[in-house]
């Protein structure tokens, strides 16, 4: 079992910025793989960017050069700084993580099975 707990949203003007944390409890084996992924109203999952054990991260295109994921593992937390918001990144962001690292460590692996936390809202304005 793994469990997620988010914060740090919130609401912010077009080129602001927010930092999210993700405290993370419970199996590190389960974490091998931690992210976010965001959904806004009537439109899909959408993956933003993972970590995994290893290091490694991913980004969705849309926001490559703007947000950068990072963990402190001595705190178990993950964290997603964001930079340079846009309208279109408004969506319940959640925190999520499974078991596999590597190749396997991706948006889309964390959006179709993972363990998620309740999510955090982020509100961009024009």
């Known amino acids: 079992q793994v469990q997620l707990v988010e914060s740090g949203g919130g609401s912010v003007q077009a080129g602001g910025s927010l930092r999210l944390s993700c405290a993370a409890s419970g199996s590190i084996y389960s974490r091998n793989c931690m992210g976010w992924f965001r959904q806004a109203p009537g439109k899909e999952r959408e993956g933003v960017a993972t970590?995994?054990?290893?290091?490694?991260?991913t980004y969705a295109d849309s926001v490559k050069g703007r947000f950068t994921i990072s963990q402190d593992n001595a705190k178990n937390t993950l964290y997603l700084q964001m930079n340079s918001l846009k309208p279109e990144d408004t969506a319940m962001y959640y925190c999520?993580?499974?078991?596999?690292?590597?190749?396997?460590?991706?948006?889309?692996?964390?959006?179709?099975?993972?363990?998620w936390g309740q999510g955090t809202q982020v509100t961009v304005s024009s």
């Open positions: 999520a993580a499974h078991g596999l690292a590597g190749r396997w460590c991706s948006g889309p692996s964390l959006v179709r099975g993972a363990y």
């Open positions: 970590i995994d054990s290893g290091g490694s991260t």
